[in-house]
Protein backbone atom coordinates (compact mmCIF):
# COMPACT_ATOMS: atom_id res chain seq x y z
CA UNK A 1 0.00 0.00 0.00
CA UNK A 2 1.51 3.33 -0.75
CA UNK A 3 2.08 5.81 2.14
CA UNK A 4 -0.24 8.32 1.78
CA UNK A 5 0.93 10.37 4.55
CA UNK A 6 3.37 12.63 5.56
CA UNK A 7 4.57 14.31 8.53
CA UNK A 8 6.83 17.30 9.78
CA UNK A 9 8.29 17.86 13.27
CA UNK A 10 9.92 21.18 14.14
CA UNK A 11 11.13 20.25 17.52
CA UNK A 12 11.86 24.21 18.03
CA UNK A 13 13.43 25.29 21.59
CA UNK A 14 9.87 26.77 22.65
CA UNK A 15 7.08 25.17 20.51
CA UNK A 16 7.66 21.91 19.28
CA UNK A 17 4.97 21.98 15.76
CA UNK A 18 4.11 19.56 13.72
CA UNK A 19 2.29 19.23 9.96
CA UNK A 20 0.46 16.19 8.16
CA UNK A 21 0.48 16.22 4.48
CA UNK A 22 -1.10 14.27 1.96
CA UNK A 23 2.58 13.02 0.26
CA UNK A 24 0.81 12.65 -3.17
CA UNK A 25 -1.15 16.02 -3.44
CA UNK A 26 0.92 17.87 -0.80
CA UNK A 27 -2.70 19.69 0.65
CA UNK A 28 -2.52 20.15 4.29
CA UNK A 29 -4.39 17.71 6.35
CA UNK A 30 -3.53 18.82 9.84
CA UNK A 31 -1.41 20.70 12.00
CA UNK A 32 -0.51 21.03 16.13
CA UNK A 33 1.85 22.35 18.32
CA UNK A 34 2.25 22.20 22.17
CA UNK A 35 5.13 23.68 24.49
CA UNK A 36 8.35 21.88 24.23
CA UNK A 37 8.81 20.94 27.35
CA UNK A 38 12.28 19.54 29.02
CA UNK A 39 12.01 16.25 27.05
CA UNK A 40 11.71 16.96 23.20
CA UNK A 41 10.85 13.06 22.48
CA UNK A 42 8.07 13.20 24.55
CA UNK A 43 6.44 16.66 23.22
CA UNK A 44 6.89 15.32 20.08
CA UNK A 45 5.02 12.27 20.72
CA UNK A 46 2.66 14.56 22.45
CA UNK A 47 1.92 16.81 19.02
CA UNK A 48 2.13 13.87 16.84
CA UNK A 49 -1.29 12.12 19.03
CA UNK A 50 -2.47 15.79 18.58
CA UNK A 51 -2.05 15.74 15.03
CA UNK A 52 -3.79 12.22 14.40
CA UNK A 53 -6.79 13.33 16.81
CA UNK A 54 -9.09 13.65 13.57
CA UNK A 55 -7.96 10.34 12.21
CA UNK A 56 -9.41 8.05 15.18
CA UNK A 57 -5.67 6.48 15.45
CA UNK A 58 -1.81 7.22 13.81
CA UNK A 59 -1.73 6.06 10.23
CA UNK A 60 1.58 4.67 8.52
CA UNK A 61 3.55 7.34 7.08
CA UNK A 62 7.02 9.01 7.03
CA UNK A 63 8.18 11.73 9.29
CA UNK A 64 10.79 14.04 8.89
CA UNK A 65 12.48 16.31 12.16
CA UNK A 66 13.82 19.46 12.18
CA UNK A 67 14.76 22.16 15.27
CA UNK A 68 16.86 21.93 18.00
CA UNK A 69 15.12 18.74 19.17
CA UNK A 70 15.49 16.84 16.14
CA UNK A 71 17.84 14.48 17.11
CA UNK A 72 15.99 13.37 19.70
CA UNK A 73 13.72 11.60 17.92
CA UNK A 74 13.86 8.59 17.24
CA UNK A 75 10.85 7.79 15.21
CA UNK A 76 11.55 10.00 13.03
CA UNK A 77 13.08 8.61 9.21
CA UNK A 78 15.38 11.37 8.43
CA UNK A 79 16.46 14.76 10.24
CA UNK A 80 17.55 17.79 8.66
CA UNK A 81 18.24 21.07 9.73
CA UNK A 82 15.38 24.03 10.25
CA UNK A 83 17.71 26.29 8.02
CA UNK A 84 16.69 23.51 4.73
CA UNK A 85 13.29 23.24 6.32
CA UNK A 86 12.63 26.79 6.36
CA UNK A 87 13.78 27.63 3.06
CA UNK A 88 11.90 24.51 1.50
CA UNK A 89 8.43 25.84 3.28
CA UNK A 90 8.81 29.31 2.21
CA UNK A 91 9.43 28.51 -1.06
CA UNK A 92 6.28 26.53 -0.92
CA UNK A 93 3.76 29.18 0.28
CA UNK A 94 5.45 31.44 -2.10
CA UNK A 95 7.90 30.09 -4.87
CA UNK A 96 9.31 33.28 -6.15
CA UNK A 97 11.12 33.38 -2.12
CA UNK A 98 14.26 34.94 -2.71
CA UNK A 99 14.89 35.57 1.27
CA UNK A 100 13.70 33.99 3.94
CA UNK A 101 13.86 35.21 7.60
CA UNK A 102 13.05 33.35 10.59
CA UNK A 103 12.83 34.36 14.23
CA UNK A 104 12.63 31.35 16.73
CA UNK A 105 12.70 30.89 20.31
CA UNK A 106 16.46 30.89 20.64
CA UNK A 107 18.13 32.04 17.13
CA UNK A 108 17.40 33.94 14.08
CA UNK A 109 18.53 33.79 10.84
CA UNK A 110 18.21 34.91 7.15
CA UNK A 111 18.28 32.25 4.40
CA UNK A 112 19.08 33.71 1.16
CA UNK A 113 17.67 31.48 -1.44
CA UNK A 114 19.10 30.33 -5.46
CA UNK A 115 16.51 30.42 -8.46
CA UNK A 116 14.08 27.34 -7.88
CA UNK A 117 14.49 27.73 -4.31
CA UNK A 118 17.59 26.12 -3.30
CA UNK A 119 19.50 27.41 0.02
CA UNK A 120 22.74 29.63 -1.23
CA UNK A 121 23.55 30.94 2.12
CA UNK A 122 22.30 31.70 5.50
CA UNK A 123 23.23 33.78 8.32
CA UNK A 124 22.48 32.85 12.26
CA UNK A 125 22.45 35.17 15.08
CA UNK A 126 22.64 32.28 17.60
CA UNK A 127 25.20 33.50 19.94
CA UNK A 128 22.46 36.12 22.17
CA UNK A 129 19.33 36.25 22.91
CA UNK A 130 18.68 39.95 21.89
CA UNK A 131 16.77 39.46 18.35
CA UNK A 132 14.98 36.08 19.18
CA UNK A 133 11.33 35.31 20.58
CA UNK A 134 12.60 34.60 23.50
CA UNK A 135 13.64 37.90 24.14
CA UNK A 136 10.76 39.72 23.26
CA UNK A 137 8.91 37.26 25.35
CA UNK A 138 11.22 37.89 28.62
CA UNK A 139 10.11 41.75 27.89
CA UNK A 140 6.41 40.76 27.36
CA UNK A 141 6.55 39.40 30.33
CA UNK A 142 8.13 41.88 32.34
CA UNK A 143 5.18 44.63 31.20
CA UNK A 144 2.41 41.85 32.70
CA UNK A 145 1.76 40.99 28.72
CA UNK A 146 1.36 37.74 26.63
CA UNK A 147 3.64 38.20 23.63
CA UNK A 148 0.01 38.94 21.05
CA UNK A 149 -0.84 41.78 23.41
CA UNK A 150 3.05 43.15 23.68
CA UNK A 151 3.25 43.24 19.83
CA UNK A 152 -0.02 44.88 19.33
CA UNK A 153 0.89 47.56 21.12
CA UNK A 154 3.29 48.80 18.64
CA UNK A 155 1.16 49.78 16.56
CA UNK A 156 1.97 53.56 16.77
CA UNK A 157 3.11 56.60 18.69
CA UNK A 158 6.74 56.88 19.82
CA UNK A 159 9.34 54.27 20.09
CA UNK A 160 11.86 54.18 23.04
CA UNK A 161 15.72 53.80 21.82
CA UNK A 162 16.64 50.34 23.33
CA UNK A 163 20.38 49.93 22.69
CA UNK A 164 21.46 46.91 24.53
CA UNK A 165 23.13 44.13 22.26
CA UNK A 166 22.80 41.53 25.22
CA UNK A 167 18.81 40.26 26.17
CA UNK A 168 19.73 40.45 30.23
CA UNK A 169 21.30 43.88 29.82
CA UNK A 170 18.22 45.32 27.27
CA UNK A 171 16.01 44.07 30.20
CA UNK A 172 17.74 46.35 32.40
CA UNK A 173 17.75 49.01 30.27
CA UNK A 174 13.78 48.85 30.07
CA UNK A 175 13.09 48.40 33.73
CA UNK A 176 15.64 51.92 33.42
CA UNK A 177 12.91 53.16 31.13
CA UNK A 178 9.95 52.21 32.99
CA UNK A 179 11.08 54.12 35.67
CA UNK A 180 11.50 57.24 33.83
CA UNK A 181 7.96 56.85 32.91
CA UNK A 182 8.27 55.14 29.21
CA UNK A 183 5.05 54.27 28.35
CA UNK A 184 4.61 50.22 27.67
CA UNK A 185 4.26 50.80 23.98
CA UNK A 186 6.75 52.70 23.13
CA UNK A 187 8.99 50.01 24.65
CA UNK A 188 7.20 47.46 22.77
CA UNK A 189 7.75 49.48 19.27
CA UNK A 190 11.73 50.16 20.85
CA UNK A 191 12.11 46.23 20.93
CA UNK A 192 10.46 45.58 17.58
CA UNK A 193 12.49 48.13 16.05
CA UNK A 194 15.85 46.93 17.81
CA UNK A 195 14.82 43.15 16.35
CA UNK A 196 13.89 43.98 13.09
CA UNK A 197 17.21 45.99 12.86
CA UNK A 198 19.35 43.42 13.26
CA UNK A 199 17.71 41.30 10.90
CA UNK A 200 18.27 43.53 8.55
CA UNK A 201 22.01 44.02 9.40
CA UNK A 202 21.85 40.27 8.90
CA UNK A 203 20.27 40.21 5.77
CA UNK A 204 22.48 42.94 4.32
CA UNK A 205 25.40 40.57 4.52
CA UNK A 206 23.73 38.31 2.00
CA UNK A 207 23.60 38.69 -2.21
CA UNK A 208 20.22 38.68 -3.79
CA UNK A 209 17.55 40.33 -3.82
CA UNK A 210 13.69 39.40 -4.37
CA UNK A 211 10.60 38.49 -2.59
CA UNK A 212 11.33 38.04 1.07
CA UNK A 213 9.32 35.34 3.45
CA UNK A 214 9.08 36.20 6.92
CA UNK A 215 8.80 32.92 9.23
CA UNK A 216 8.23 31.57 12.65
CA UNK A 217 5.81 32.73 15.64
CA UNK A 218 6.39 36.55 15.50
CA UNK A 219 5.57 36.94 12.38
CA UNK A 220 2.24 36.22 13.20
CA UNK A 221 1.49 39.80 14.65
CA UNK A 222 0.92 42.11 11.27
CA UNK A 223 3.25 44.86 13.20
CA UNK A 224 6.19 42.66 13.59
CA UNK A 225 6.03 42.16 9.63
CA UNK A 226 5.37 45.92 9.31
CA UNK A 227 8.34 46.96 11.48
CA UNK A 228 11.03 43.93 9.27
CA UNK A 229 9.10 45.74 5.73
CA UNK A 230 10.35 49.22 6.54
CA UNK A 231 13.71 48.43 8.09
CA UNK A 232 14.39 46.28 5.03
CA UNK A 233 12.48 48.41 2.55
CA UNK A 234 10.65 46.07 0.58
CA UNK A 235 7.85 44.39 1.24
CA UNK A 236 7.73 41.55 3.39
CA UNK A 237 5.43 38.03 2.60
CA UNK A 238 3.79 35.92 5.97
CA UNK A 239 2.69 32.69 5.29
CA UNK A 240 -0.44 31.99 6.53
CA UNK A 241 0.80 29.82 9.36
CA UNK A 242 4.25 31.04 10.22
CA UNK A 243 5.05 29.28 13.38
CA UNK A 244 4.69 26.22 11.32
CA UNK A 245 7.16 27.06 8.15
CA UNK A 246 9.94 24.64 9.29
CA UNK A 247 6.99 22.26 10.27
CA UNK A 248 5.53 22.34 6.69
CA UNK A 249 9.18 22.52 5.65
CA UNK A 250 10.25 18.66 7.20
CA UNK A 251 6.80 17.66 5.74
CA UNK A 252 7.38 18.25 2.56
CA UNK A 253 11.07 16.52 2.86
CA UNK A 254 8.84 13.59 4.51
CA UNK A 255 6.79 13.61 1.25
CA UNK A 256 9.69 13.43 -0.90
CA UNK A 257 10.34 9.93 1.01
CA UNK A 258 7.41 8.52 0.72
CA UNK A 259 7.30 9.24 -3.17
CA UNK A 260 10.78 7.80 -3.03
CA UNK A 261 9.52 4.73 -0.96
CA UNK A 262 6.39 4.59 -3.21
CA UNK A 263 7.98 4.63 -6.54
CA UNK B 1 41.33 2.84 10.06
CA UNK B 2 44.20 1.51 12.27
CA UNK B 3 47.76 2.36 10.89
CA UNK B 4 50.91 0.66 12.48
CA UNK B 5 53.20 3.44 11.86
CA UNK B 6 50.44 5.75 13.10
CA UNK B 7 50.24 3.85 16.21
CA UNK B 8 54.24 4.27 17.20
CA UNK B 9 54.09 7.91 16.17
CA UNK B 10 51.33 8.25 18.67
CA UNK B 11 53.43 6.18 21.49
CA UNK B 12 56.50 8.24 21.06
CA UNK B 13 55.08 11.83 21.01
CA UNK B 14 53.45 10.39 23.99
CA UNK B 15 57.05 11.05 25.59
CA UNK B 16 57.79 14.07 23.93
CA UNK B 17 57.93 15.80 27.29
CA UNK B 18 59.76 12.76 28.95
CA UNK B 19 62.59 13.15 25.95
CA UNK B 20 62.84 16.81 26.29
CA UNK B 21 63.59 16.72 29.58
CA UNK B 22 66.58 14.15 28.95
CA UNK B 23 68.05 16.53 26.05
CA UNK B 24 67.95 19.54 28.56
CA UNK B 25 69.94 16.87 31.60
CA UNK B 26 71.90 16.40 28.69
CA UNK B 27 72.92 20.17 28.23
CA UNK B 28 70.51 20.75 25.13
CA UNK B 29 68.91 24.63 25.57
CA UNK B 30 65.32 24.77 24.65
CA UNK B 31 63.79 27.87 22.77
CA UNK B 32 59.70 28.11 23.20
CA UNK B 33 58.29 29.92 20.30
CA UNK B 34 54.58 30.63 19.64
CA UNK B 35 54.26 31.62 15.97
CA UNK B 36 55.68 30.18 12.69
CA UNK B 37 57.03 33.41 11.51
CA UNK B 38 60.12 32.90 13.72
CA UNK B 39 62.31 31.11 11.67
CA UNK B 40 63.33 27.65 13.69
CA UNK B 41 66.35 27.09 11.46
CA UNK B 42 67.76 29.88 13.68
CA UNK B 43 67.27 27.88 17.03
CA UNK B 44 68.22 24.91 15.56
CA UNK B 45 71.20 26.49 14.18
CA UNK B 46 72.35 27.70 17.42
CA UNK B 47 72.03 24.00 18.70
CA UNK B 48 68.82 24.32 20.70
CA UNK B 49 65.50 23.20 20.69
CA UNK B 50 62.88 25.15 19.21
CA UNK B 51 59.38 23.85 20.32
CA UNK B 52 55.77 24.43 19.96
CA UNK B 53 54.14 25.76 23.10
CA UNK B 54 50.77 25.10 24.73
CA UNK B 55 47.88 27.44 24.06
CA UNK B 56 45.00 25.31 22.38
CA UNK B 57 43.12 23.78 25.53
CA UNK B 58 40.01 25.68 27.53
CA UNK B 59 41.44 24.58 30.86
CA UNK B 60 43.73 27.17 31.38
CA UNK B 61 41.60 30.43 29.99
CA UNK B 62 39.31 30.57 33.64
CA UNK B 63 43.12 31.09 34.97
CA UNK B 64 44.27 33.77 32.50
CA UNK B 65 40.78 35.76 32.77
CA UNK B 66 41.75 36.53 36.07
CA UNK B 67 44.48 38.73 34.77
CA UNK B 68 43.53 39.19 31.05
CA UNK B 69 40.37 40.57 29.56
CA UNK B 70 37.63 38.30 28.33
CA UNK B 71 37.04 39.06 25.33
CA UNK B 72 40.03 38.41 23.97
CA UNK B 73 41.13 35.25 21.52
CA UNK B 74 40.81 32.10 23.10
CA UNK B 75 44.50 31.46 21.84
CA UNK B 76 45.82 34.38 23.87
CA UNK B 77 43.95 33.47 27.02
CA UNK B 78 45.11 29.71 26.54
CA UNK B 79 48.71 30.65 26.32
CA UNK B 80 48.92 33.13 28.99
CA UNK B 81 46.87 30.80 31.55
CA UNK B 82 49.12 27.54 30.79
CA UNK B 83 52.30 30.17 31.87
CA UNK B 84 50.25 31.47 34.96
CA UNK B 85 49.67 27.53 36.17
CA UNK B 86 52.83 26.82 34.96
CA UNK B 87 50.96 23.81 33.33
CA UNK B 88 52.67 23.47 30.15
CA UNK B 89 55.80 21.53 30.00
CA UNK B 90 57.88 22.90 27.04
CA UNK B 91 57.07 26.48 28.87
CA UNK B 92 58.72 25.75 32.10
CA UNK B 93 61.36 23.49 29.58
CA UNK B 94 61.98 27.08 27.61
CA UNK B 95 65.42 28.67 27.96
CA UNK B 96 63.55 31.71 26.17
CA UNK B 97 60.41 32.38 24.78
CA UNK B 98 60.39 33.83 21.35
CA UNK B 99 57.06 36.03 21.19
CA UNK B 100 56.27 37.46 17.42
CA UNK B 101 53.79 40.78 17.53
CA UNK B 102 51.28 38.72 15.00
CA UNK B 103 48.40 41.06 17.11
CA UNK B 104 47.87 43.28 19.36
CA UNK B 105 46.71 41.48 21.87
CA UNK B 106 49.74 38.88 22.12
CA UNK B 107 52.00 42.27 22.16
CA UNK B 108 50.21 43.42 25.14
CA UNK B 109 49.73 39.58 26.87
CA UNK B 110 53.82 39.14 26.34
CA UNK B 111 54.81 42.29 28.31
CA UNK B 112 52.89 40.06 31.02
CA UNK B 113 54.33 37.19 30.22
CA UNK B 114 58.03 38.83 30.56
CA UNK B 115 57.41 39.23 34.27
CA UNK B 116 57.51 35.45 34.27
CA UNK B 117 59.72 34.10 31.60
CA UNK B 118 62.62 35.66 29.45
CA UNK B 119 60.91 36.39 26.71
CA UNK B 120 62.00 37.84 23.31
CA UNK B 121 59.97 40.09 21.49
CA UNK B 122 60.39 39.71 17.19
CA UNK B 123 58.16 42.82 16.20
CA UNK B 124 56.53 41.45 12.67
CA UNK B 125 55.75 44.00 10.26
CA UNK B 126 52.38 44.25 8.77
CA UNK B 127 53.14 44.56 5.10
CA UNK B 128 55.39 41.99 2.93
CA UNK B 129 56.74 44.66 0.73
CA UNK B 130 60.53 45.59 0.38
CA UNK B 131 60.77 48.15 3.18
CA UNK B 132 59.32 45.08 5.75
CA UNK B 133 62.12 43.35 4.23
CA UNK B 134 64.44 45.51 5.62
CA UNK B 135 62.91 45.79 8.25
CA UNK B 136 62.49 41.85 9.05
CA UNK B 137 65.92 40.93 7.66
CA UNK B 138 67.19 43.85 11.16
CA UNK B 139 64.81 41.91 13.53
CA UNK B 140 66.01 38.25 12.76
CA UNK B 141 69.62 39.67 12.50
CA UNK B 142 68.66 40.72 16.23
CA UNK B 143 67.14 37.66 17.16
CA UNK B 144 70.08 35.42 15.76
CA UNK B 145 72.70 38.05 18.29
CA UNK B 146 70.33 37.47 21.46
CA UNK B 147 70.75 33.52 20.72
CA UNK B 148 74.58 33.78 20.36
CA UNK B 149 74.66 36.18 23.48
CA UNK B 150 72.07 33.97 25.27
CA UNK B 151 73.75 30.34 24.27
CA UNK B 152 77.34 31.91 24.07
CA UNK B 153 77.36 30.03 20.62
CA UNK B 154 78.66 31.68 17.22
CA UNK B 155 75.66 30.72 14.49
CA UNK B 156 78.04 30.04 11.03
CA UNK B 157 76.69 30.09 7.99
CA UNK B 158 77.61 26.41 7.47
CA UNK B 159 75.50 26.10 10.44
CA UNK B 160 72.45 27.96 9.32
CA UNK B 161 72.42 25.99 5.80
CA UNK B 162 72.62 22.95 8.29
CA UNK B 163 69.09 23.64 9.93
CA UNK B 164 67.73 24.75 7.01
CA UNK B 165 68.61 21.48 5.92
CA UNK B 166 66.73 19.66 8.62
CA UNK B 167 64.03 22.22 8.12
CA UNK B 168 64.00 21.33 4.51
CA UNK B 169 63.28 17.68 5.40
CA UNK B 170 60.87 17.99 7.96
CA UNK B 171 58.57 20.51 5.66
CA UNK B 172 58.87 17.54 3.06
CA UNK B 173 57.68 14.99 5.31
CA UNK B 174 55.19 16.86 7.02
CA UNK B 175 53.95 17.79 3.83
CA UNK B 176 53.90 14.13 2.09
CA UNK B 177 51.50 13.03 5.04
CA UNK B 178 49.42 16.11 5.23
CA UNK B 179 49.27 15.58 1.13
CA UNK B 180 47.70 11.91 1.69
CA UNK B 181 44.32 14.22 2.16
CA UNK B 182 44.61 14.70 -1.44
CA UNK B 183 42.97 11.28 -1.69
CA UNK B 184 39.66 10.10 -2.70
CA UNK B 185 38.38 9.28 -0.03
CA UNK B 186 41.43 10.58 2.39
CA UNK B 187 42.98 8.05 3.66
CA UNK B 188 43.35 10.19 7.26
CA UNK B 189 40.56 12.35 8.81
CA UNK B 190 41.07 15.93 9.80
CA UNK B 191 41.26 15.61 12.88
CA UNK B 192 43.95 12.62 12.27
CA UNK B 193 46.21 15.33 10.24
CA UNK B 194 45.38 17.97 12.95
CA UNK B 195 46.71 15.49 15.54
CA UNK B 196 50.20 14.29 13.53
CA UNK B 197 50.95 17.80 12.50
CA UNK B 198 50.13 19.30 16.72
CA UNK B 199 52.32 15.81 18.27
CA UNK B 200 54.74 16.24 15.80
CA UNK B 201 55.25 20.21 16.81
CA UNK B 202 56.28 18.89 20.11
CA UNK B 203 58.87 16.85 19.42
CA UNK B 204 62.20 17.95 20.78
CA UNK B 205 64.57 15.50 18.15
CA UNK B 206 63.89 16.35 14.72
CA UNK B 207 65.28 13.65 12.76
CA UNK B 208 63.06 11.43 14.67
CA UNK B 209 60.37 13.66 13.69
CA UNK B 210 61.09 13.35 10.26
CA UNK B 211 61.58 9.93 10.14
CA UNK B 212 58.33 9.31 12.35
CA UNK B 213 56.88 11.51 9.43
CA UNK B 214 57.73 9.87 6.60
CA UNK B 215 56.80 6.45 8.14
CA UNK B 216 53.35 7.21 8.07
CA UNK B 217 53.37 8.70 4.76
CA UNK B 218 55.15 5.16 3.23
CA UNK B 219 52.98 3.00 4.98
CA UNK B 220 49.71 5.00 4.32
CA UNK B 221 51.06 6.12 1.11
CA UNK B 222 51.31 2.48 0.18
CA UNK B 223 48.06 1.27 0.89
CA UNK B 224 45.37 -0.17 -1.17
CA UNK B 225 42.94 2.90 -1.46
CA UNK B 226 39.54 2.66 0.08
CA UNK B 227 36.18 2.58 -2.13
CA UNK B 228 35.24 6.66 -3.31
CA UNK B 229 31.71 6.58 -2.20
CA UNK B 230 31.82 10.54 -3.29
CA UNK B 231 29.67 10.66 -0.43
CA UNK B 232 31.48 12.75 2.10
CA UNK B 233 31.94 16.68 1.00
CA UNK B 234 35.30 17.23 1.11
CA UNK B 235 36.17 20.38 2.93
CA UNK B 236 39.30 22.89 3.17
CA UNK B 237 39.68 24.47 6.43
CA UNK B 238 41.14 27.77 6.93
CA UNK B 239 42.07 30.35 9.35
CA UNK B 240 42.99 30.38 12.67
CA UNK B 241 45.20 28.14 14.47
CA UNK B 242 44.02 24.67 15.57
CA UNK B 243 45.18 22.47 18.21
CA UNK B 244 44.59 19.18 20.37
CA UNK B 245 41.68 20.93 22.53
CA UNK B 246 40.39 23.11 20.08
CA UNK B 247 39.64 21.00 17.44
CA UNK B 248 35.86 21.07 17.97
CA UNK B 249 34.92 22.61 14.64
CA UNK B 250 36.53 19.59 12.86
CA UNK B 251 34.87 16.98 15.27
CA UNK B 252 32.06 18.88 14.43
CA UNK B 253 32.76 18.49 10.51
CA UNK B 254 33.88 15.17 10.38
CA UNK B 255 30.68 14.31 12.85
CA UNK B 256 27.65 15.56 10.29
CA UNK B 257 29.40 13.41 7.32
CA UNK B 258 32.19 15.71 5.68
CA UNK B 259 35.99 15.26 5.36
CA UNK B 260 38.50 18.25 6.45
CA UNK B 261 41.16 16.88 3.65
CA UNK B 262 43.06 19.89 4.48
CA UNK B 263 43.63 22.09 7.02
CA UNK B 264 45.09 25.77 6.07
CA UNK B 265 46.28 27.13 9.02
CA UNK B 266 49.63 28.25 10.61
CA UNK B 267 49.64 24.61 12.92
CA UNK B 268 48.75 22.21 9.47
CA UNK B 269 49.84 23.11 5.73
CA UNK B 270 51.17 26.32 6.77
CA UNK B 271 54.43 24.62 8.05
CA UNK B 272 55.69 22.49 4.74
CA UNK B 273 55.81 25.94 2.66
CA UNK B 274 58.82 24.81 1.21
CA UNK B 275 61.85 26.98 1.49
CA UNK B 276 63.12 27.94 -1.77
CA UNK B 277 66.11 26.17 -3.13
CA UNK B 278 68.89 29.30 -2.98
CA UNK B 279 72.58 29.26 -2.11
CA UNK B 280 73.62 33.03 -1.07
CA UNK B 281 73.05 34.37 1.54
CA UNK B 282 70.94 31.62 4.43
CA UNK B 283 69.62 34.80 6.49
CA UNK B 284 68.25 36.13 3.56
CA UNK B 285 66.39 33.04 2.57
CA UNK B 286 64.82 33.22 6.16
CA UNK B 287 63.92 36.35 6.21
CA UNK B 288 62.16 36.21 2.75
CA UNK B 289 60.34 32.71 3.34
CA UNK B 290 58.97 33.59 6.71
CA UNK B 291 57.76 36.86 5.73
CA UNK B 292 55.51 35.12 2.83
CA UNK B 293 53.67 33.41 5.18
CA UNK B 294 49.97 34.85 4.64
CA UNK B 295 48.57 35.38 8.34
CA UNK B 296 45.75 38.04 8.70
CA UNK B 297 48.36 40.22 9.98
CA UNK B 298 49.63 41.52 6.66
CA UNK B 299 47.68 44.18 4.96
CA UNK B 300 46.96 43.36 2.09
CA UNK B 301 47.56 39.67 2.45
CA UNK B 302 47.38 38.39 -1.39
CA UNK B 303 48.98 35.23 -0.65
CA UNK B 304 46.19 33.75 1.54
CA UNK B 305 43.76 33.91 -1.29
CA UNK B 306 46.20 32.49 -3.69
CA UNK B 307 47.08 29.61 -1.15
CA UNK B 308 43.53 28.98 -0.41
CA UNK B 309 42.86 28.76 -4.21
CA UNK B 310 45.74 26.46 -4.64
CA UNK B 311 45.30 24.29 -1.69
CA UNK B 312 41.25 24.31 -3.13
CA UNK B 313 42.38 23.27 -6.51
CA UNK B 314 44.82 20.48 -5.48
CA UNK B 315 43.04 18.99 -2.55
CA UNK B 316 39.74 19.02 -5.24
CA UNK B 317 37.42 20.58 -2.28
CA UNK B 318 34.02 21.02 -2.40
CA UNK B 319 33.70 23.63 -0.28
CA UNK B 320 35.94 26.06 2.57
CA UNK B 321 34.95 26.73 6.07
CA UNK B 322 37.17 29.68 7.74
CA UNK B 323 37.52 29.49 11.54
CA UNK B 324 37.71 32.19 13.38
CA UNK B 325 38.65 32.57 17.07
CA UNK B 326 36.13 34.91 18.66
CA UNK B 327 38.08 38.52 19.51
CA UNK B 328 40.63 37.64 16.46
CA UNK B 329 39.68 40.62 14.82
CA UNK B 330 42.28 40.41 11.79
CA UNK B 331 41.13 36.82 10.79
CA UNK B 332 36.65 37.62 11.23
CA UNK B 333 37.74 41.06 9.12
CA UNK B 334 39.23 39.41 6.49
CA UNK B 335 36.63 36.78 6.29
CA UNK B 336 34.85 39.04 4.28
CA UNK B 337 37.05 39.49 1.77
CA UNK B 338 37.67 35.28 1.91
CA UNK B 339 34.14 34.79 1.42
CA UNK B 340 33.41 37.17 -1.63
CA UNK B 341 36.76 35.11 -3.40
CA UNK B 342 36.11 31.34 -2.52
CA UNK B 343 32.05 32.15 -3.65
CA UNK B 344 32.58 34.53 -6.79
CA UNK B 345 35.89 33.36 -7.70
CA UNK B 346 36.14 30.03 -6.82
CA UNK B 347 32.46 29.32 -7.18
CA UNK B 348 32.55 27.14 -4.04
CA UNK B 349 30.50 27.66 -0.82
CA UNK B 350 31.73 29.32 2.20
CA UNK B 351 31.21 29.46 6.14
CA UNK B 352 33.04 30.84 8.63
CA UNK B 353 32.46 30.24 12.26
CA UNK B 354 33.34 32.35 15.07
CA UNK B 355 33.62 30.88 17.90
CA UNK B 356 36.21 29.90 21.20
CA UNK B 357 37.74 26.70 22.77
CA UNK B 358 34.67 26.66 25.16
CA UNK B 359 32.03 23.20 24.52
CA UNK B 360 29.02 25.14 24.88
CA UNK B 361 28.02 26.65 21.63
CA UNK B 362 28.41 22.70 20.51
CA UNK B 363 24.73 22.20 19.43
CA UNK B 364 24.16 25.62 17.29
CA UNK B 365 27.78 25.31 15.57
CA UNK B 366 26.22 21.35 14.77
CA UNK B 367 23.03 23.29 12.79
CA UNK B 368 25.27 25.45 11.02
CA UNK B 369 27.43 23.16 10.09
CA UNK B 370 24.71 20.72 8.74
CA UNK B 371 23.12 23.37 7.67
CA UNK B 372 26.14 24.03 5.04
CA UNK B 373 26.78 20.42 4.72
CA UNK B 374 22.97 19.85 3.05
CA UNK B 375 23.76 23.19 1.15
CA UNK B 376 26.04 20.58 -0.63
CA UNK B 377 24.26 17.88 -0.90
Not at chain 1, 136 to 147: K, M, N, Q, T
Not at chain 1, 170 to 175: G, P, Q, V
Not at chain 2, 87 to 108: E, H, I, N, R
Not at chain 2, 225 to 239: H, K, S, Y
Amino acid sequence: MPLRFAIGIDAGSAQTKAVLLDSISLALLAKASLPTGWNPKASAEAVLAKLWQGFGEAQACSIVATGYGRVAIPFADKNITEISCHAKGAVHCFPTARLVIDIGGQDSKVISLAEGGAVRDFLMNDKCAAGTGRFVESVARLLGLHIAEFCALASGGEACAITSMCAVFAETEIIGLLAQGAKPGAIAQGVLASIARRMQGLAARLPGTGDCVFSGGLAQSPVCAERLAQELGCPVLVPEYPQFTGALGAALEAARLAKEKNA
Amino acid sequence: MSWSSLEQFRAKSDRNVLRMQAEKKAGRKVVGQYCIYTPMELVLACGAIPVSLCGTKNDSIAKAETVLPRSLCPLIKSSFGFALEDSCPYLAASDLVVCDTTCDGKKKMFELLARRKPVYVLELPQRQDAEALVFWQKQLELFKGKLEETFKVNISDDALWQAIDVSRRFRAALQKVLDLGKRKPSPLTGLELLEIAFRASFMPVYEERISELESIASEIGAAQAAENTGRAPRILLTGVPTGLGSHKVIKILEESGASVVCIDNCSCYKKVRPIPSEQHDPLALLVRHSLAIPCAVMSPNPNRYETVAELAREFSVDAVCDLTWQGCQTYDVESYSLRDFVQNTLSLPFLQIVTDYAESDVEQLRIRIQAFLEILS
